[in-house]
């Protein structure tokens, strides 16, 4: 047990808060979370209203700069994605030295690191016209990294974006026509990736929005602080929380285990086994994200024709789940992951990209906290401190006395 008046005589008053659960570390304000209404509004506006609305770019614009674009602003900021949606030449040498089974996500936030080498020009930001720059650079090349991450991984060419299609199918051009695979032409997989991405794009102090507040800071560049985030969301407890719902699809199937004995193993707590999509640490009623996808998902799977036994098995599971005692009580609902792995796999991408398409979502969000935290007065660099817990003054001992 911690004897708590010992370590304040040694450290002093600090707060101890692990996971920082109840620690508010800044003012912002992006976005409003009520975790026991289901609440989530981006700049005051309840994210239920971009269902048939908005697209991922006006919502992108709508994070970082505060407000829905106006036509002119929202034509520009199009305009900007396409200008800037090459990557440098050279850059593609640097995808040839990564492995092909390298994880997509080192290479995305290797790559967004390398993007700094290539635009310095970026490092001071002098006013917001240059800093629209550089969000429509990182914003736009983001997705390009990650279509070449998954063309290297697959030992295809790279497809170069065309600057004839818009930011999601632009994407899916990259990612799928070559060699041709029909679907991403299809308007209902175009909405359903786009509502994938707007749905990510901020969720407040999450990790790796914390992560990049954190590095941003220290004035470090925004590419710098966007790369960390990368690193942050990779963690099977955030952004990898999508993979870890296919992975289990796949074990049930695998292993001939049928969906009830699955739930039953979740139910028991020796099995060590949780249903991997369900409950959420914020939302204790419902995730509002995962009631709009799972709308998309209802539409997208019957208008792709789709016969997939991993999807069979998650439709299954949840029919289970949500009508059991045991997820009722504890209010252990489908989240945001279960619904975007389904969406992601109906839609043809492979698992391993899931954090990456999570990361390109997320990107505007971690713009936006960057440029809050930047231009906020008397911004402190983040340094939390500790409660030491370690040995009093000990004395130095040679090494020839050591035992
Ligand atoms: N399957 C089975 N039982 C569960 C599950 C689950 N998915 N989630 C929680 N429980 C049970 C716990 O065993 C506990 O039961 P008890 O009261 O009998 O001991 C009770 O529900 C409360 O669980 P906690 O772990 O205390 O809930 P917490 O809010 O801390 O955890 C979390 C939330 C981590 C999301 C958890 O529900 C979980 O592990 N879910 C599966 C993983 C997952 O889908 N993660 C993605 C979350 S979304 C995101 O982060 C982007």
Redesign the pocket.
């Known amino acids: 047990a911690i004897d708590i008046q010992d370590l304040r005589a040694r450290t002093g008053y600090v707060t101890l808060d692990p996971g920082y659960g109840n620690t508010g570390s800044c003012q912002s304000a992006i976005t409003f979370i009520d975790g026991e209404k289901g609440i989530l509004r981006y700049r005051g506006i309840p994210i239920e209203q971009f269902e048939e609305g908005p697209n991922f770019v006006e919502v992108a614009w709508l994070l970082i700069f505060g407000h829905l674009p106006n036509d002119a602003e929202y034509q520009n900021f199009a305009a900007d994605l396409t200008t800037c949606a090459n990557l440098d030449e050279s850059m593609k040498h640097h995808f040839e030295g990564f492995p092909r089974s390298a994880p997509p996500m080192a290479i995305l936030s290797a790559m967004i690191n390398a993007l700094s080498c290539f635009h310095p020009e970026f490092f001071d930001l002098e006013d917001e016209d240059h800093f629209r720059v550089a969000a429509a650079g990182i914003i736009s090349k983001i997705r390009t990294i990650a279509a070449y991450a998954y063309r290297h991984s697959i030992g295809q060419p790279y497809i170069y974006p065309d600057p004839g299609l818009r930011y999601v199918p632009n994407f899916l051009h990259m990612m799928f026509s070559q060699p041709y695979a029909e679907h991403f032409c299809e308007p209902v997989v175009r909405d359903a990736i786009n509502l994938v991405l707007l749905l990510h794009a901020d969720?407040e102090q999450?990790c790796s929005t914390s992560t990049v507040r954190m590095v941003g800071s220290s004035q470090a560049n925004l590419f710098a602080a966007c790369a960390a985030g990368v690193c942050a969301l990779w963690g099977p407890?955030?952004?990898g929380?999508?993979v870890?719902?296919l992975e289990m699809l796949d074990q049930i199937h695998r292993g001939h285990i049928s969906p009830e004995d699955y739930v039953r193993m979740?139910?028991d707590?020796d099995s060590k086994?949780?249903?991997?999509?369900?409950?959420?640490?914020?939302y204790?009623n419902f995730?509002p994200r995962a009631r709009m996808l799972a709308n998309v998902a209802e539409r997208l799977l019957p208008t792709l024709g789709i016969q997939d036994p991993l999807l069979d098995i998650a439709r299954r599971l949840e029919e289970i789940a949500l009508e059991d005692p045991?997820?009722i009580d504890?209010?252990?609902y489908p989240?945001?992951?279960?619904y975007s792995g389904i969406i992601m796999r109906a839609v043809g991408i492979p698992t391993n990209m899931f954090t990456v398409m999570f990361s390109m979502g997320r990107l505007p969000g971690w713009i936006a906290h960057w440029w809050e935290q930047s231009r906020t007065l008397g911004n402190k660099i983040a340094r939390p401190r500790q409660l030491y817990v370690g040995p009093g003054v000990t004395d130095h001992v040679p090494r020839d006395a050591r035992t």
């Open positions: 969720h999450n407890l955030h952004g929380a999508n870890a719902v979740a139910k707590k086994v949780r249903l991997m999509g369900f409950g959420h640490r914020v204790k995730d045991y997820f504890r209010q252990l989240n945001v992951d279960f």
